[in-house]
């Protein structure tokens, strides 16, 4: 199983980001795929969330209207657009999928199965 997170950068406060993650070695269109941040010196929260089909996504409130997830089955990619950048966006993203049933719901850490390892996004104020 891999889970490979591109796209991070440095980019100025209010600019955009895409973030993608490509998965390879397990039945991808079988699963939910999360993406996670982990600011330095900050234990790792919850961002956003995809089921399976992509039909429903949920998002932690501090990036809810900002971000947006998305995935393309057919190429195994899930993505994280990023807008509205704010200087606390700071942090590594992780991407992860996220078995039926598994762990105590989407914005637990422990609800997800394997873990990329991680992107850096730097936002400037």
């Known amino acids: 199983v891999q889970l490979q997170a591109s796209g991070g950068g440095l980019v100025q406060a209010g600019g955009s980001l895409r973030l993608s993650c490509a998965a390879s070695g397990f039945a991808f269109g079988d699963y939910g795929m999360g993406w996670f941040r982990q600011a330095s010196g900050k234990e790792r929260e919850f961002v956003a969330t995809v089921t399976w089909s992509g039909s429903s996504t949920y998002y932690a409130d501090s990036v809810n209207g900002r971000f947006t997830i998305s995935r393309d089955n057919a190429k195994r990619m899930v993505y994280l657009q990023m807008r509205a950048l704010k200087a606390e966006d700071t942090a590594v993203y992780y991407c992860?999928?996220?078995?039926?049933?598994w762990g105590l719901g989407y914005t637990q850490s422990t609800s997800y199965r394997h873990w990329g390892q991680g992107t850096l996004v730097t936002v400037s104020s």
């Open positions: 992860a999928d996220r078995p039926a049933g």
